[in-house]
């Protein structure tokens, strides 16, 4: 017992965990279960929870890598288009402002807020919990982002915003030269590291270090007022 | 069949997952709100879809982008972008268009349809194939979107002067509300009605 609860994460209590699925609505006690194996649900199969190895960490590593890419996808260039001799070289920025000179504002506003806005939350809100956590501890407002953290994450399009530059790319090379810039491939890379922080702790585990971080805090703050009393 | 939470006066919290009892309106442990059940799932999924086929029309019909070509100016819809694809035997970009852009909305919509009627018990299916296709749907919701960053780019790109310019048509709002409103549907709908049904009807 000793042996797994060490591949486990902390849990505020050591019994009286349960789970709902969130298809079907049956109970389940959580139990423990080693790192890489996952829980089903006993009367739809769907997965009910996960134990991720060395989530914070993987959390907190990918999570970094993808603001660097995220800051590279945006400034560096994108897309260099060569026709009859005049190249044209877009940034991401760029190309979000060209659209909206253009009168393309509604498209302008859905490519910043579902591949800008979003993902940037994202990350943040990823790192926002993570790094503290790691250490144990939480950040004021927790719940808040940890909140945003869960009802953004169906609302990511980088990936198919990749796929519409691959569509784009085809159409456009038979109009010029068409090469990608490294804006390019920090798009690719930040579409891989957004999907590995975010799918690299699972929801059960991030709110029980929660709990527990933040039952630990309440405890050191009581300890700190009666240290004054007396 | 496992008994449910509902049946046994209890909730789960569908931001930090943690079961509470029924009579909490606010989980103790992350502060959202507690439902039980989406809140009128399936008026509130049946409404948005209701919105979403008005936008899916104008969306399919109108010009996507409207294309100047020396002076010429035309509009390009999506399915005759598709068709541009496939007589260029473009077959692989022809058939990914197509299915992100007109087959999966219109079958997403069909597909909440069906989950709303067996939720009300108008229909039968078995309720792990009605888990799959929600599963489905809003695995698929935000691939609609390509097309629609197909145009971002190209809009972006494509300003040559007279030689040729792309500006985007007015079906490229009504996509963007289309998309997000079946998204926002499959969303608003809460597979657990459909297994309610199935566990009073096994009870009784």
């Avoid at chain 1, 009910?48 to 590593?61: C, G, I, K, T």
């Avoid at chain 2, 749907?137 to 790109?157: H, K, P, Q, Y």
């Avoid at chain 2, 500006?167 to 809460?190: N, Q």
Wanted: some cysteine.
């Amino acid at each position: 017992m000793n042996f797994l609860h060490r591949q486990t994460w902390p849990r505020l209590r050591d019994e009286g965990h349960e789970v709902a699925c969130h298809f079907c609505d049956s109970l389940h006690e959580v139990e423990l279960i080693e790192e890489g194996q996952s829980a089903s649900c006993n009367t739809c199969n769907t997965l009910l929870y996960r134990n991720r190895p060395q989530s914070l960490e993987r959390a907190v590593a990918f999570g970094l890598s993808g603001a660097l890419f995220f800051i590279g996808m945006l400034a560096l260039p994108f897309i260099t288009l060569d026709a009859q001799g005049s190249a044209t070289t877009v940034s991401m920025v760029e190309t979000v402002v060209r659209l909206w000179l253009q009168g393309g504002r509604t498209i302008a506003i859905t490519v910043l807020a579902f591949i800008f806005v979003l993902p940037l939350t994202i990350l943040f809100s990823l790192l926002y919990i993570c790094i503290p956590l790691s250490r144990g501890k939480t950040l004021p407002g927790v719940q808040l982002v940890g909140y945003l953290f869960q009802v953004i994450q169906p609302w990511i399009m980088v990936e198919v915003f990749f796929l519409g530059t691959m569509v784009s790319l085809l159409k456009l090379m038979k109009l010029a030269d068409v090469s990608m810039g490294f804006g390019f491939w920090s798009m690719i890379a930040l579409m891989l590291s957004l999907a590995a922080s975010v799918s690299g702790i699972d929801r059960i585990e991030l709110w029980d270090r929660i709990e527990v971080a933040l039952a630990r805090k309440d405890q050191e703050d009581a300890a700190v007022e009666g240290g004054v009393e007396c | 069949m496992l008994k449910s939470a509902q049946e046994l006066g209890k909730v789960s919290c569908h931001i930090c997952a943690q079961v509470s009892s029924i009579e909490k309106h606010v989980c103790g442990r992350c502060h959202s709100d507690l439902h039980s059940r989406k809140t009128n799932s399936v008026q509130r999924c049946i409404a948005l879809l209701f919105a979403s086929v008005i936008a899916y029309i104008p969306a399919n019909v109108w010009p996507i982008m409207v294309i100047t070509q020396l002076g010429v100016t035309e509009g390009s819809t999506i399915l005759g972008g598709v068709a541009i694809f496939w007589q260029m035997k473009a077959y692989p970009i022809a058939t990914v268009i197509f299915i992100a852009s007109v087959l999966i909305p219109g079958l997403k919509i069909i597909a909440l349809i069906w989950l709303c009627a067996l939720a009300k018990g108008l229909v039968k299916m078995s309720p792990k194939s009605a888990n799959k296709i929600y599963w489905l749907t809003e695995l698929v919701g935000r691939w609609s979107m390509v097309d629609v960053f197909v145009v971002a780019i190209l809009v972006a790109l494509i300003q040559m002067g007279n030689l040729m310019s792309i500006e985007p048509g007015p079906a490229a709002v009504s996509f963007i509300l289309m998309v997000v409103l079946t998204m926002l549907a499959a969303h608003s709908f809460d597979p657990r009605i459909i297994w309610d049904r199935v566990r009073i009807t096994s009870s009784s």
